[in-house]
């Protein structure tokens, strides 16, 4: 009987031991889960964090890209190269200013001084049998259009004149030139537009920054469209109403002594915001 006691304390107490090994072990995993959930509670709020700020970072990349763009923009509207010139041994700034000024008097039959002339040199790296271009920079912006709507007379030369684009113009051009042809592509104040449909194709300029630079325009333009739609409609239904007797009017208005200056005043104020109104 003693054995059989002994057995089966020893039984129990084996059973109790594991009961316990197997609830700590529930406890440690329950406790290494909720560990392991916080932590990757945490590491996701740190990659939402860094996400974010990944998003916004190229957000002011993409602005401050435009930035330079518009502002590269502004510095060559005033300027263009010219090809084909031949270019002497001996040349220097100030004779390639003369050179320039001689060109655009023989060649293009504009005459131009040198005091409207900001700068003039060459660009580029030398070739053999192959002048430099010269980028020439005027003064005014109205010097330059007049010389280069005159490069229409360069046609069946040697010489051709074009615009001092941007890099990403470039990039736009000689895709769309790989894309429509170079005859179907051509550049306009420094944007690029092809010969099929006429369209701006230089795809630094987003919908999103046209709202940014015309948002004052555009909210003009919607608020004239919405009172030119519903200010018809709103005569209109209270001409119904009008006929129909349902307007709130009274059929035999009575009036008192001093209706007369309230309806003056009220026409001249009502005239007076229709003025300030267009």
Request: aromatic share 8%; hydrophobic share 35%; charged share 25%.
């Amino acid at each position: 009987m003693s054995k059989t006691r002994l057995q089966t304390q020893n039984i129990s107490e084996a059973s109790m031991s594991e009961e316990m090994i197997a609830r700590i072990c529930k406890q440690q995993a329950n406790m290494i889960g909720k560990h392991m959930d916080e932590k990757f509670t945490q590491f996701e709020s740190s990659m939402k964090s860094m996400v974010n700020q990944v998003n916004e970072n190229k957000s002011k990349i993409q602005n401050l890209e435009t930035r330079m763009e518009h502002c590269e923009r502004m510095l060559k509207m005033k300027n263009f190269m010219i090809y084909g010139v031949e270019q002497a041994a001996d040349e220097t700034l100030g004779n390639c200013e003369n050179t320039v000024i001689e060109f655009l008097n023989s060649v293009l039959d504009f005459k131009v001084l040198s005091t409207e002339i900001e700068q003039c040199y060459r660009v580029g790296k030398a070739q053999i049998g192959k002048p430099r271009p010269i980028l020439v920079q005027f003064l005014s912006m109205k010097t330059k259009n007049l010389v280069f709507n005159k490069k229409k007379m360069l046609r069946n030369t040697n010489y051709f004149i074009k615009e001092d684009l941007t890099r990403a113009a470039v990039e736009t051009l000689k895709s769309a030139s790989e894309k429509y042809g170079k005859s179907n592509v051509w550049s306009q104040d420094l944007v690029v537009y092809d010969k099929t449909d006429h369209p701006q194709i230089n795809s630094n300029i987003t919908i999103g920054q046209i709202f940014k630079y015309y948002w004052g325009l555009i909210t003009v333009i919607i608020l004239v469209a919405v009172i030119t739609i519903f200010l018809p409609l709103c005569g209109l239904f209270f001409c119904c109403c009008r006929c129909c007797g349902n307007c709130g009017s009274r059929p035999q208005p009575c009036d008192k002594k001093r209706d007369l200056c309230s309806k003056v005043i009220q026409g001249t104020l009502l005239i007076l915001l229709g003025t300030a109104m267009l």
